[in-house]
């Protein structure tokens, strides 16, 4: 069940990023918008109360992924001076927060880089605590989230791409796919330059 929530086609400002969670078991596919600032301190806070067990678990990994990743993502930044607060809103029935760590990454990135995020980009695809994105289940009903969202561009793995043999030929009119292979391709793929 999907609310009529869409986005617009402006580009977000630093720390946010729009995402689609591939839901899980109990849930459907979801849009969210994630929202990071950052400041001058250490750690990430959550500002979401209570903050949903799968969301704590996206903002880990993502978390994680900035420091092992920081040099080709965010250059010589010292991580460690700042201070970011994250939140997370939930524009569907979805409330879990599965499976956001690339985007909770993204937006941490963007907050310290202060660079936007492309307007109309939906990112999502599943990252795990190593660094590796995982393969996406449900492509299809993502890229079908995406076009009823009113997304410009869709940035999914390019594992996904087999799976979309299977998107119904009217959708591919209406949404632009872009690949990555790896967390760092995502997030340059993703702001502007």
Same mark, same amino acid.
């Given at each position: 069940?999907?609310?009529?929530? +869409?986005?617009?086609?402006?580009?977000?400002?630093?720390?946010?990023?729009?995402?689609?969670?591939?839901?899980?078991?109990?849930?459907?596919?979801?849009?969210? /918008?994630?929202?990071?600032?950052?400041?001058?301190?250490?750690?990430?806070?959550?500002?979401?109360?209570?903050?949903?067990?799968?969301?704590?678990?996206?903002?880990?990994?993502?978390?994680?992924? !900035?420091?092992?990743?920081?040099?080709?993502?965010?250059?010589?930044?010292?991580?460690?001076?700042?201070?970011?607060?994250?939140?997370?809103? +939930?524009?569907?029935?979805?409330?879990?927060?599965?499976? #956001?760590?690339?985007?909770? #990454?993204?937006?941490?990135?963007?907050? !310290?880089?202060?660079?936007?995020?492309?307007?109309?980009?939906?990112?999502?695809?599943?990252?795990?605590?190593?660094?590796?994105?995982?393969?996406?289940?449900?492509?299809?009903?993502? +890229?079908?989230?995406?076009?009823?969202?009113?997304?410009?561009?869709? #940035?999914?793995?390019?594992?996904?791409? /087999?799976?979309?043999?299977?998107?119904?030929?009217?959708?591919?009119?209406?949404?632009?796919?872009?690949?990555?292979?790896?967390?760092?391709?995502?997030?340059?793929?993703?702001?502007?330059?």
């Amino acid at each position: 069940m999907h609310s009529d929530a +869409a986005i617009d086609g402006d580009p977000l400002p630093p720390g946010q990023v729009w995402a689609i969670s591939p839901g899980g078991p109990d849930a459907e596919p979801g849009l969210y /918008r994630i929202e990071v600032t950052s400041g001058p301190g250490g750690g990430v806070k959550i500002l979401n109360t209570p903050a949903p067990p799968d969301f704590r678990e996206s903002v880990k990994v993502g978390e994680q992924n !900035l420091y092992t990743q920081s040099k080709q993502i965010v250059g010589d930044r010292d991580l460690q001076a700042h201070e970011f607060s994250i939140q997370m809103r +939930a524009l569907d029935n979805d409330r879990s927060g599965v499976d #956001l760590g690339l985007p909770v #990454l993204m937006a941490l990135a963007s907050a !310290l880089l202060e660079r936007s995020t492309k307007g109309g980009l939906i990112v999502m695809g599943p990252l795990n605590l190593g660094g590796s994105i995982e393969m996406l289940s449900n492509a299809v009903a993502l +890229a079908e989230v995406g076009v009823e969202k009113q997304a410009h561009t869709l #940035l999914m793995p390019v594992s996904a791409r /087999r799976q979309l043999d299977d998107l119904p030929d009217e959708l591919w009119t209406k949404i632009n796919i872009e690949f990555y292979s790896d967390a760092p391709e995502a997030f340059f793929k993703a702001v502007l330059d």
